[in-house]
């Protein structure tokens, strides 16, 4: 029987995965799979879950939300583990799943991944960190880090507006300075998100994005007065395309490799994580990481 690392964040979402455990185990053995699982924990570095990882592992199932995919995804480059990985959508968000068509069922989307083939997908890099959907900076992009665990557990979605919303009552600007092959870039901003997937907080902003053209797509939402800021950040808001904004509001275009400077001590994310600090060297890592379960 072929041996498969279930890597699982108990916290993750509403902590649906602790009843599916066994079903998805079930499945597996179906299949003639050995699970050996691991349950992530604050209290544990997550190297514990690579200590015997070897060839004979066939694949790392991975359950949890996009934050729970890039911690797996750094571990695996810090150990030089190069095995395909799957996705059981679990988070709250789940937006990297949801750019891969993978299913938020739990049982279709174990059935895809056994009866999948390997896929080659990009990922990103900034600095010394992988990220596998979005890195981003400024307004609404540390809300992840901001919300309560417990709050996040128990509102699921809910807990994302409001912190939102708190956020957009209080406006501020930041400047940074971008330098890419395609843009140049030094000014104000409010918001700009480096994107490898298509959504964040399940807004569809990057949908040019595709998971394995060799491109990050940028998007960079320029600081402007009160009254023609307020129609853009309702467009976020409500996901809208932003073709119908320029570039003196917003700019949109892609890359294989961008840095980018900030120094109003400026938080960065990745992935819902805590992020490096800039200056932010981003790249790019194309076919970077196999996947099942996607077409």
Do not use: W
């Not at 569809?204 to 595709?210: D, H, I, P, R």
């Amino acid at each position: 029987m072929k041996k498969v690392k279930l890597i699982y964040n108990p916290n993750s979402g509403e902590k649906k995965i602790t009843n599916q455990l066994d079903n998805i185990i079930k499945i597996y053995q179906k299949y003639n799979y050995i699970l050996i699982p691991y349950r992530l924990s604050k209290h544990q570095h997550i190297s514990k879950a690579f200590l015997d990882m070897d060839e004979t592992y066939d694949h790392l199932l991975i359950a949890g939300g996009d934050g729970t995919v890039d911690i797996v995804l750094n571990a695996m480059k810090e150990f030089n583990v190069d095995i395909p990985i799957a996705i059981l959508p679990t988070g709250t968000a789940n937006d990297f799943a949801k750019a891969l068509n993978i299913s938020l069922d739990i049982n279709k989307a174990v059935k895809d991944i056994l009866n999948s083939e390997p896929k080659s997908i990009d990922i990103g890099k900034i600095n010394n960190k992988y990220f596998i959907n979005v890195a981003s900076a400024g307004m609404f992009t540390d809300v992840s880090q901001k919300i309560n665990p417990e709050l996040k557990n128990y509102m699921g979605k809910v807990s994302y507006y409001i912190t939102g919303i708190e956020e957009a009552l209080h406006l501020r600007k930041f400047n940074i300075n971008v330098n890419s092959k395609e843009v140049m870039y030094k000014g104000d901003m409010y918001l700009m998100l480096v994107f490898n997937g298509k959504t964040a907080g399940n807004l569809n902003l990057a949908y040019k994005a595709e998971v394995d053209d060799g491109y990050l797509d940028v998007i960079i939402f320029k600081a402007m007065p009160i009254p023609k800021s307020i129609p853009v950040l309702i467009s976020i808001l409500k996901g809208e395309h932003l073709d119908t904004y320029n570039e003196s509001e917003i700019l949109y275009f892609k890359t294989k490799k961008v840095r980018i400077d900030c120094c109003d001590g400026l938080l960065t994310d990745i992935d819902g994580e805590r992020g490096p600090d800039f200056p932010l060297d981003i790249e790019c890592i194309e076919d970077g990481i196999k996947i099942l379960g996607v077409k």
